[in-house]
């Protein structure tokens, strides 16, 4: 940088204070990659304090640490590249200043969290290095050698003498759906910590963050990304004034969605999870294997794979009214790929609109379908209702047919009974029919 002079002076600002959780993890996840006089730099500024003016000078900062201009120009770089510190260059009526940002390192999890980051620290340290940093940032089982001796609960109650009540205050039906609730939401929130921490560099706030949490809760859920990858898509939108652009964020994530839905030979459509694997007796379970897919996937992702599976696709529409859908936040995203399947599986649907979408949403909102189980039981009471009807019109109709041959018009003739005739009144009209064939004998022989 041939405008840089070690003559210049600089001053420091921190985003916040570096205390010695920063420092750990400097240590233990930055200093691998930073090398030695990056990571003397960053403790050396991290300690100095910030000056309202630029008064500290270069040449007394690389007299301190012994180091030479182009080892700081080098180190500097390395902290700039892992978002550790930005430079500012100012131009005054007195020549050049600088100003330089401090920004606090990154957890050792949230870092373990990134697969770039983690991949460029385990090419640094080796594989097994890496593997032992890792094992010692698992959580401990607190495994206490011995005999566990403690008292239960029942040798407690056993001691006490008191009046059993036949009836609790509260049902355990209410209980364990507020348990099964508050477990879905905490499995399905965002770790705004950690983005905070990982955004900080580009200027957005913890309060933006959770202005906008509902808003980003429902790409997340809708696309199935994680709290890095939605991160990663933050940072490529960030407005110019370091707020979160929702619509960029969206136009961004339909992009990528339609990228990823390139056709490729042996296409690969069986949802990989990290479940634990289940019985022979669940897996044989066409129900329960489905409501474990549609838990873990996302429903887009749950329709692409649908559609993979018939060489098809999930088309431009389809995702812009499965989004408006999800944004309406009435249902689960469990609940929709449910109904999703319906469509797509037992309906036999080509394409999806969004007319179609709402109506069977409205109607499984307003029945009160609330997750995954509940709506293959809807689906199941529907089945048999249709059922029923059809079984219904059925035996009406046969009944209608029944009827109608019992009430078929006879001949007139069946009606109409002879009446008796007297012995000479039978003789007469024998002579008069005799009478007549003769004549017609006659007539032919005459003219033969």
């Known amino acids: 940088m041939a405008d840089f002079s070690i003559q210049q002076r600089y001053r420091l600002i921190y985003d916040e204070l570096i205390d010695m959780t920063a420092v750990r993890s400097l240590t233990k996840v930055y200093l691998p990659i930073i090398g030695r006089d990056a990571y003397t730099l960053y403790l050396a500024w991290a300690t100095l304090g910030e000056t309202p003016e630029a008064k500290n000078r270069h040449v007394d900062l690389l007299d301190q640490l012994a180091m030479n201009q182009q080892a700081f120009l080098t180190a500097r770089s390395k902290l700039e590249g892992m978002g550790l510190v930005k430079s500012y260059k100012q131009t005054t009526n007195f020549g050049s200043q600088w100003t330089y940002r401090i920004f606090p390192p990154m957890a050792v999890r949230a870092f373990l969290s990134d697969a770039l980051l983690s991949s460029l620290l385990a090419h640094y340290l080796g594989d097994e290095l890496f593997d032992e940093l890792v094992k010692d940032e698992l959580p401990d089982s607190k495994k206490i050698a011995g005999e566990n001796v403690s008292k239960t609960f029942f040798d407690l109650a056993g001691q006490e003498s008191f009046v059993h009540r036949n009836h609790a205050p509260f049902s355990t039906s209410d ?26 560099s580009y200027g957005i706030k913890l309060r933006t963050l959770q202005t906008n949490e509902a808003d980003l809760m429902i790409q997340k859920a809708l696309y199935g990304l994680s709290d890095i990858e939605l991160v990663r898509v933050i940072q490529a939108t960030t407005s110019p004034n370091k707020q979160i652009d929702l619509p960029a964020i969206k136009k961004s994530l339909e992009g990528n969605f339609r990228k990823i839905q390139v056709r490729t030979k042996g296409i690969e459509t069986k949802v990989q999870t990290n479940e634990p694997k289940q019985s022979s007796n669940d897996e044989s379970n066409p129900a329960i294997r489905l409501v474990q897919t549609v838990k873990s996937v996302a429903p887009l992702q749950f329709l692409k794979n ?45 394409t999806l609109n969004k007319t179609i979408l709402q109506t069977l949403v409205n109607d499984w909102a307003q029945s009160d379908v609330t997750d995954a189980v509940s709506a293959l039981q809807y689906l199941q ?37 002879g009446t008796p005739i007297s012995k000479a009144d039978a003789d007469s009209a024998r002579e008069a029919l005799a009478a007549m064939r003769a004549r017609r004998r006659q007539n032919d022989s005459e003219e033969n």
């Open 175 to 200: 209980h364990e759906q507020g348990l099964a609730q508050e477990v879905r939401k905490a499995t399905k929130s965002l770790n705004l910590g950690l983005m905070a921490d990982m955004l900080k």
């Open 306 to 350: 649908l559609r993979q599976k018939n060489n098809g696709f999930v088309a431009d529409n389809e995702v812009k009214a499965i989004s408006d859908i999800a944004e309406m936040n009435i249902i689960e995203p469990e609940v929709l790929n449910i109904v999703l399947y319906e469509l797509t599986v037992i309906e036999n649907r080509k």
């Open 381 to 417: 009471r529907r089945s048999k209702k249709q059922q029923s009807r059809q079984t219904s019109q059925s035996s009406k109709k046969l009944s209608r047919q029944n009827k109608q041959s019992k009430q078929e018009t006879r001949p007139d003739w069946e009606n109409q009974h």
